[in-house]
């Protein structure tokens, strides 16, 4: 009965739109876009516009920044369907990179596997992956390092988020040790004071992660407004989901970002889902997210991330603005999360099983294989000792790490270990509970 009364009441006010001379209205309701395929439907990507690498002209890094505007709705593409390079992103990179980036992106997914495994067997509280997305990570630490007069205080910085650790596989991190933060044990040099996956490793050019999603993004807009005020030619590159674009972080960020023209490079790897939710609801559907960077006057770039090219093409463009001292850049990456969200979600849930399959931008580590072998300088073969050194590499350092201690072994760390590491002298508060521990 009541839902009868308000429902004529609605009828009642929208049948009044046309009296006051504005002309119809629709009825008003809260808008909550939907993903465009759930759990049981075909996938559907019908959204994604893929140009041909022809398309996206490459402005001069001193270029006004208007004159990337375009460059905000179209996807930078090197790689095409077929694995050939082409376009005016093209970096003609020799061999021995792209081997090299091939490494790192498969050393990347084969650890990240061993996180999950370790996590699944109970030696580690926890793990995430960064599957299909490998190229984003590994190309920009890779094209950053290229004239990076070196990683920490008063030099280069990426501040990244938990999905970014092919920047500490290409920068050269110890694997054993990026092992052993996943156990949180002795070896771990946080000692269990983060959550695993949270690494900290300034001498990688890897700012300590924090949990608090897009506070990253300031902290590199403010690393390289310092780098300005020192006369330092560094960059400082913050990462975002394109979910946590909708923090305020975000958009403090673009403001400093505008106002201060720093050398700082703003990532927004845009894989399309945020845990659950996907793009649509951080507003993806209704402009890119790199078309947020016009609204700032920001340089801004939307690339395919899962192009090993171009995403180095789009990183050196920034960064030679960056050092050259023409200003901040936006840089979306178009990508998908082709695995679950973190050890604690199940993405059966909410969206259709076979996705990933389905991206039409593909596997970031078939493509660039394909490329390789496209030009002659890999055979299968070849393809097939690099997969099987990698995994050697990682299973070495795995059971090494191993050997340090898990969760479940008993040889981990001692509660006392909570009370180091954090504080320079310790509250009193803190001395006395640890004193209640016996310590
Ligand atoms: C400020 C804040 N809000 C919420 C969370 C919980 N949380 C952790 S990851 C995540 C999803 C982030 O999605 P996105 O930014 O798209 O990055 P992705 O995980 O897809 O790489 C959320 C909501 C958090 N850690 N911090």
Redesign the pocket.
């Given at each position: 009965m009541v839902d009868a009364v308000s429902s004529d009441a609605a009828e009642a006010a929208n049948s009044m739109d046309t009296a006051d001379g504005h002309g119809p209205r629709t009825e008003l309701r809260l808008h909550v876009p939907a993903p465009a395929a759930r759990p049981g439907e075909d996938p559907d990507f019908s959204f994604l516009a893929v140009p041909p690498v022809d398309e996206a002209p490459r402005p001069a890094v001193d270029a006004p920044a208007t004159d990337t505007y375009d460059l905000a709705t179209t996807l930078i593409r090197v790689l095409d369907d077929d694995g050939h390079a082409g376009g005016a992103w093209d970096p003609g990179l020799d061999a021995g990179t792209l081997r090299a980036g091939l490494e790192h992106m498969l050393v990347t997914r084969t650890i990240e596997e061993q996180f999950m495994l370790l996590q699944r067997q109970g030696k580690a509280a926890f793990a995430m992956r960064s599957l299909g997305e490998e190229a984003v990570a590994v190309s920009a630490a890779m094209a950053v390092g290229v004239d990076s007069p070196g990683y920490g205080p008063g030099l280069d910085m990426h501040f990244p988020?938990?999905?970014q650790s092919g920047i500490l596989v290409a920068n050269g991190h110890s694997l054993v040790e990026m092992t052993c933060q996943i156990l949180s044990n002795e070896g771990d040099r946080l000692k269990g004071a983060q959550l695993p996956v949270l690494h900290s490793v300034p001498e990688c050019g890897y700012f300590s992660i924090s949990?608090?999603?897009?506070?990253q993004l300031p902290q590199a807009v403010g690393w390289a407004m310092a780098g300005a005020i020192e006369g330092n030619r560094i960059v400082g590159v913050g990462w975002?989901?394109?979910?946590?674009?909708a923090?305020n972080d975000f958009h403090s960020a673009l403001v400093f970002a505008s106002v201060y023209q720093p050398p700082s490079i703003t990532c927004v790897?845009n894989?399309q889902?945020?845990?659950s939710?996907f793009?649509g609801i951080?507003g993806g559907t209704n402009a890119s997210f790199a078309q947020r960077g016009i609204g700032y006057g920001v340089a801004t770039l939307r690339v395919d991330g899962n192009d090993f090219l171009a995403g180095w093409a789009a990183t050196r463009w920034a960064t030679a603005r960056a050092r050259g001292g023409f200003g901040p850049t936006l840089i979306e990456w178009v990508t998908y999360?082709a695995a679950s969200?973190?050890s604690s979600d199940d993405p059966s849930k909410y969206r259709p099983v076979e996705s990933a399959k389905a991206w039409p931008l593909g596997d970031p580590v078939d493509r660039l294989t394909e490329h390789l072998i496209g030009l002659g300088e890999l055979t299968l073969s070849d393809v097939e000792a690099i997969r099987s050194s990698a995994r050697d590499r990682v299973l070495a350092a795995v059971a090494e790490a191993e050997s340090m201690g898990t969760l479940n072994s008993g040889t981990s760390l001692s509660p006392v270990d909570m009370f180091r590491h954090v504080y320079a002298e310790m509250p009193p508060h803190l001395v006395e509970q640890r004193q209640e521990l016996g310590y």
């Open positions: 988020t938990y999905r949990g608090n999603l897009a506070t975002t989901g394109e979910g946590a674009t923090e790897v894989n889902w945020a845990i939710s793009q951080a999360r969200h973190s």
